[in-house]
């Protein structure tokens, strides 16, 4: 999101989910589309087999590379290079969209000098992708229009993820691929209510809407609105609030759907840090490894046990209804917050049911302005921006001018991850997802035939690696870094690169975040989950 607004002005996906089918180009950066989001990844290879290009940049021979026209295996952490090296191509052949950067963005003689710091052969050494294949990716994107640029969490989990993001962008600017059929910069959420989350609010420095808390104006329209002083400072982020939890400057947590124990990196840390608050509330649908240090917990509904919204990774609001009685004394998440804070004395909490909640956020937030329950019901799902009942909703964004009126470019300069392979840590582990299970398992590891797919973490390692080490496939191994270690059992393939294991995060068993690292990038705080470097060798314990 700190990428997108900073260059385009709307931290969200530009086009729609649909509109993969219409594109001549796919660049697929950072995402294991086909395992994270199969339904996109289904889209795709349905437009591969129409004849789209696609063009795979990953460093793990992932699924989708067997549909791929090209594959980039860049280094881990080295995208920043690889992107602004494919550009530099496509001004260099004259391959841009001069008359969209001229009409459309700022800033473009800076971006262009910038580029000088990225001849093929620099790209080539930092990103180990061979050069004719870099100049490939470029003429293959710039000449296949509409092109559309898809990116995940292999993009912003990184310590200079706004970076990578903001390359996105840029490319997307230069060829002209934003604001049409096709086209977009199209980042793939992580979790099924990311987006509606942070569009109502559930960030740190914004009210819904992503209107400014540092905005007086617009603070005035929020204190009127709930009858209430609110504070002009931004809050914390959740790789703040641990650190200040940890060190007592948060005394009380109350936290909702959320499991960081298994999700948060550094996890020992952040099971010692919420050790250390005087009060630790906890409102879930099961007890998960976090709940279980709460000192209070809240049962709440699943989804098909209440009623209300979800937005998508396309900006889709959409209802949802609900379809059985909540178990025992389980109650919908607003439902509780709303006793809580009505017993705390809070005015503004007198919803009786969620429909008047999204009355409330149409009102308070323009892209939201004509959605109701109503209209969705009687429509189905409204893309926002929807500012009024009358409007049809959005379905591509920046189709005249942008978010933030003209498009700006920025020059990036390469920043290698904060902890790369040494002699004692000499491989670098990356995490991903696997098909079958979704985050950290509160769910998925309760359903008896997907854990008959999977039913433990693996250590992926390449064959190569595997052999140095005296590794066999299915042995336990132990996976050490500067923070703690993990047991799991390795599992030997060439999908991992030599230099490189992968784990994913679902199984409470082996808590692979206990390894990985807490160095956060700077504009987003968000961890650096790809590049953590570790040791590795065959565990005493006994396979199962």
């Given at each position: 999101m700190a990428g997108l607004v900073t260059t385009l002005g709307s931290g969200a996906m530009t086009n729609s989910i649909s509109d993969i089918k219409d594109a001549a180009c796919i660049l697929s950066i950072g995402s294991n589309t086909t395992t994270s989001h199969p339904v996109i990844g289904m889209r795709v290879l349905q437009a591969v087999q129409k004849g789209t290009k696609l063009i795979v940049a990953n460093p793990r021979e992932i699924d989708l590379v067997r549909y791929a026209d090209l594959w980039l295996r860049h280094r881990s952490g080295t995208d920043v290079a690889l992107l602004m090296g494919m550009m530099k191509i496509i001004v260099d052949e004259e391959l841009a969209d001069d008359s969209f950067i001229q009409q459309r963005c700022e800033n473009f003689d800076a971006f262009r000098e910038s580029l000088n710091d990225y001849p093929l052969d620099t790209v080539e050494r930092i990103t180990g992708v061979p050069a004719d294949r870099i100049v490939a990716a470029a003429r293959m994107y710039a000449t296949n229009s509409p092109a559309s640029l898809l990116y995940a969490m292999g993009i912003t989990q990184h310590s200079h993820g706004t970076d990578n993001v903001i390359a996105t962008a840029n490319l997307a600017m230069l060829t002209g691929n934003i604001g049409k059929p096709g086209s977009g910069v199209n980042p793939l959420r992580g979790q099924n209510n990311v987006q509606g989350a942070c569009d109502v609010g559930a960030l740190p420095n914004v009210y819904p809407g992503y209107q400014s808390v540092a905005d007086p104006a617009i603070r005035e329209k929020f204190e009127n609105a709930w009858d209430y002083r609110l504070n002009p400072a931004p809050g914390m982020v959740l790789t703040e609030i641990i650190p200040a939890a940890y060190e007592g400057k948060i005394k009380a947590i109350y936290l909702i759907g959320e499991n960081p124990i298994l999700s948060d990196p550094d996890a020992s840390h952040v099971e010692e840090a919420l050790k250390h608050l005087d009060f630790f509330v906890v409102q879930d649908i099961f007890l998960s490894e976090t709940?279980?240090?709460a000192d209070v917990v809240l049962?709440?509904?699943?989804?098909?046990?209440?009623?209300?919204?979800?937005?998508?990774?396309e900006r889709r609001v959409q209802l949802s209804r609900k379809a059985i009685n909540p178990a025992g004394s389980c109650k919908p998440d607003w439902w509780i917050t709303r006793q809580i804070a009505q017993r705390m004395g809070g005015k503004g909490f007198d919803y009786q049911n969620p429909a008047q909640i999204m009355q409330e956020i149409a009102r308070l937030t323009p892209s939201y302005g004509g959605i109701s329950f109503e209209r969705l019901e009687r429509e189905g799902g409204l893309q926002w921006p929807c500012p009024t009942e009358e409007h049809p909703g959005t379905p591509?964004?920046?189709?005249?001018?942008?978010?933030?009126?003209?498009?700006?470019f920025i020059p990036l300069e390469y920043k290698p991850p904060m902890e790369l392979p040494d002699d004692e840590y000499p491989l670098i582990l990356t995490t991903e997802r696997d098909l079958f299970h979704f985050h950290t398992g509160t769910m998925t590891r309760k359903v008896k035939g997907l854990n008959t797919f999977r039913s433990e973490e693996f250590v992926q390692i390449s064959p190569q690696d595997a052999e140095s080490l005296n590794i066999m496939d299915g042995d336990m191994v132990q996976v050490t870094s500067r923070r703690g270690e993990v047991t799991a059992r390795a599992q030997l393939t060439d999908i991992s690169p030599v230099g490189v294991i992968s784990m994913t995060f679902h199984f409470a068993e082996s808590p692979t975040n206990k390894v990985t690292s807490p160095a956060l990038d700077p504009v987003a705080k968000i961890p650096e989950f790809k590049v953590a470097a570790v040791r590795i060798k065959k565990s005493e314990l006994v396979p199962r």
């Open positions: 709940a279980k240090l049962p709440s509904t699943t989804f098909t046990e209440k009623e209300g919204t979800y937005t998508n990774t591509i964004l920046h189709t005249a001018q942008f978010t933030r009126g003209k498009g700006r």
